[in-house]
C-alpha cells in the first residue's frame, strides 16, 4: 500500500467490504504492507466513484468520508471514522531486508483482532515488498481469527483456476474454509472508453457468519451494475 493510492477506487472497495464483513462485533486489524516511495505508476487515478452517482449506495460512510480525504496519504486513511471501533493498524515500512522481525511487528501490532486484513500491493508472492508471503499468514494465523487479503489476478488463467489455486495453496497451509468475492468495476480509459478492473477479496479462517456477510456484500456490490458498471461474484 502506497500513499498515491490512498482513496482510489481500490479502497472505497476494500474498505466498504472490511465493513460488511466485520461490523462492530469483531476487532478489526489492518497490517497495511507500507512502502513509502512513489513506484510511478497511474493506477490511483481512479477516482470516479467520487463523481458518479450510484455509488455511495455500496457504502455511504465511507463514500463521503474518502470523497472529502485531506491528503493522500495511508496515515490520513487511519484517522476516519467509518472504522470499526477499536480497529487495529499496521503501518510499519516493509523492510528490505530483516523481512522476519518486521513480519514480528506485524503480528504484535495485529494483537487480539479477530479479523485481519493483510493490504500488500499485488497481492500474495514470494516476498518482494509488494507482496504479502503465504508465510505472513501462517504467521498471523490463529484458531479464532479471520484473515483477509486483497488479489489482482493474472491473465495468464481463468480466474476460476487462480481462485482454485489459491484456496488450495491455502488449505495446505493449515487456513481453512477460503471464500472470495470477485470484484469487477469498469475504470475510464480516457474520456469515453472503460475498462474492466477485477479485484479478488479472499477471507481463510472465516466462520459461517463472516461468510454470509461476505456474500450479501457481493450481492450488494452486483445489484449496483446497472448504475455504477460494476460485478460480483462470491466463491465458496
Known amino acids: 500500500m502506497r500513499d498515491q493510492y490512498a482513496g482510489d477506487i481500490s479502497d472505497y472497495l476494500k474498505f466498504a467490504f472490511l465493513r460488511a464483513i466485520v461490523s462492530e462485533d469483531r476487532r478489526l486489524g489492518v497490517a497495511w504492507y507500507y512502502v513509502p516511495e512513489n513506484d510511478g505508476r497511474a493506477d490511483g487515478r481512479h477516482l470516479e466513484?467520487?463523481?458518479?452517482?450510484?455509488?455511495?449506495?455500496?457504502?455511504g460512510e465511507v463514500h463521503s468520508q474518502l470523497t472529502v480525504l485531506k491528503e493522500r496519504k495511508v496515515a490520513e486513511l487511519e484517522r476516519l471514522a467509518f472504522w470499526p471501533s477499536n480497529t487495529l493498524f499496521h503501518r510499519a515500512p516493509v523492510p528490505k531486508d530483516k523481512r522476519d522481525e518486521w513480519v514480528g511487528g506485524m503480528i504484535e501490532a495485529m494483537g487480539d483482532a479477530k479479523v485481519v486484513f493483510l493490504d500488500p500491493d499485488n497481492g500474495l508472492g514470494r516476498g518482494a515488498r509488494k507482496h504479502a508471503r503465504l508465510a505472513d499468514?501462517?504467521?498471523l494465523h490463529r484458531e479464532d481469527r479471520a484473515l483477509a487479503i486483497i488479489k489482482f489476478p493474472g491473465r495468464n488463467k481463468s480466474h476460476p483456476e487462480q481462485i482454485s489455486e489459491l484456496h488450495q495453496s491455502l488449505r495446505k497451509a493449515g487456513l481453512s474454509d477460503p471464500v472470495t468475492v470477485i470484484t469487477c468495476v469498469s475504470v475510464r480509459n480516457g474520456s469515453t472508453a472503460r475498462i474492466p478492473r477485477h479485484r479478488f477479496f479472499t477471507i481463510a479462517g472465516a466462520d459461517q457468519e463472516i461468510k454470509r456477510r461476505a456474500n450479501a456484500f457481493a450481492k450488494r456490490l452486483l445489484a449496483l451494475k446497472d448504475i455504477v458498471h460494476t460485478s460480483a461474484t462470491y466463491v465458496a
Do not use: F, V
Not at 49 to 55: I, S
Open 137 to 139: 499468514l501462517i504467521a
Open 49 to 59: 466513484y467520487q463523481r458518479e452517482p450510484g455509488w455511495e449506495k455500496l457504502d
